[in-house]
């Protein structure tokens, strides 16, 4: 019997082809448009927390915090500037202070950007290296897994640094870097920058005396003059390295009071500002947070209108069978048989359009993430699933049987002898 019903359903709506594929599609359209805001938004919080994770403060150049966080922890947007090397190491001793990762900003390669850091830094990710290893000196570096995979990277390769974010900018011919190592995919930010010592940003921009670094033509040391790392008293600042810039610390709190209060003491007593990543994350998820409640109200009203566009279809394809229904009843169809007719017809129809809707979603999330990463920004993937998914499915069910329930109620109660009487 089921069978039967289902061949019934699938018939009647091959007969109407036109009708079918745009209510379908109408659905579809609704339902990508909610799978592409929550799989957008699901990846991109996650990936806002992973790459914040264990940062509770930035230090940095004053202007925007928002700019500070982006550049320094996501590296998406341009440091608001550079701060003395000097002024910074004064602020280790304070107790509230557990680790400072220094970064160094300002170069790239190929779009890629170029971080001058310490080894804590990859350490903050639980970063493990695929090829080679830690640079060990100045002038070498360790590529993200993202990086090597596209610009063909390994160990032993020689690459030069442009100045800038962009390809665009000066080339640093005399001081090639040499790449050491390759990191294995992490999932963070790691997989798309380049890091080096900071040694390394200060020699190649000796001779230009560029904003990265301060006119000085003194040799620049190895990285123990740098190393604000786990325990923090490892600082070392030397007096040959007055003058020399950083751009960032990333602070780790020793206690949670000290949320309370460095941040007012760095903001009111030094030449820098502080910049909370839990804050400005979720500062900016609530800026964006408008613009996808707003395509998720779009996306309710396209799934609303096909609901109206399958009733109105399922209610005039009644009309239609009138004589096709009463003469299944003459034959013997019961009435709940000639109910569920209907009731499928609708179920088919609104599961179409989710399946379709589900597909689309994730083929639209796909190309926005290649789409992004030749962009250098997030990494967003449209094979990823959410359980949410699973209620669009039973929503577009819900759908079907609430547009077809009238129609099916209709059919139920059709009046044979007169519908016969009529031919």
């Not at 922890?73 to 004064?90: F, Q, W």
């Amino acid at each position: 019997m089921k069978i039967s019903l289902l061949k019934l359903s699938l018939s009647y709506i091959r007969r109407r082809k036109l009708n079918t594929f745009l209510n379908v599609l109408l659905l579809a359209l609704g339902i990508a448009t909610i799978v592409v805001l929550l799989l957008f938004s699901r990846q991109f919080e996650d990936s806002l927390t992973r790459n914040a994770r264990g940062i509770d403060m930035v230090v940095g150049a004053k202007g925007s915090p928002l700019q500070l966080i982006l550049s320094s922890i996501y590296h998406l947007d341009v440091p608001t500037g550079n701060i003395s090397l000097r002024e910074a190491s004064r602020l280790l001793p304070n107790r509230a202070i557990r680790q400072a990762i220094p970064l160094a900003l300002g170069d790239s390669y190929r779009g890629y950007r170029i971080v001058g850091t310490t080894p804590a830094y990859p350490a903050l990710y639980a970063a493990e290296l695929a090829a080679g290893n830690l640079w060990q000196q100045p002038l070498e570096a360790v590529a993200g897994a993202a990086v090597a995979a596209e610009l063909g990277l390994r160990p032993g390769v020689t690459i030069v640094s442009d100045h800038g974010f962009s390809s665009q900018g000066d080339h640093h011919g005399d001081h090639p870097l040499t790449i050491s190592g390759i990191l294995a995919p992490s999932g963070t930010v790691l997989d798309r920058l380049i890091l080096t010592g900071i040694p390394t940003i200060w020699k190649v921009h000796e001779e230009g005396g560029s904003e990265a670094g301060s006119d000085h033509d003194h040799e620049p040391v190895g990285d123990a003059a740098v190393a604000l790392t786990l325990p923090k008293t490892d600082f070392h600042y030397a007096p040959a390295d007055s003058g020399r810039d950083i751009t960032s610390l990333l602070i780790r709190y020793s206690a949670p009071m000290a949320a309370a209060t460095l941040p007012r003491l760095i903001n009111a007593r030094t030449p820098f500002q502080s910049a909370s990543p839990a804050f400005e994350t979720a500062r900016l998820y609530n800026l964006l947070g408008v613009g996808v409640e707003a395509l998720q109200a779009f996306g309710i009203i396209l799934i609303v209108t096909a609901a109206l566009s399958i009733f109105i279809a399922l209610y005039n394809a009644l009309k239609e069978r009138r004589y096709d229904l009463a003469m299944m009843r003459s034959l013997g169809a019961s009435r709940a048989k000639l109910g569920w007719h209907v009731m499928l017809e609708g179920l088919l129809l609104s599961l179409g359009g989710a399946l379709g809707g589900l597909l689309l979603g994730h083929l639209a999330v796909e190309m926005l993430g290649s789409w992004l990463s030749e962009a250098r920004q997030i990494n967003l993937s449209g094979t990823v699933w959410l359980a949410e998914e699973v209620w669009l499915l039973l929503l577009a069910a819900g759908i079907g049987i609430i547009s077809a329930l009238l129609p099916a109620i209709q059919a139920y109660r059709s009046d044979i002898s007169g519908i016969l009487a009529e031919r």
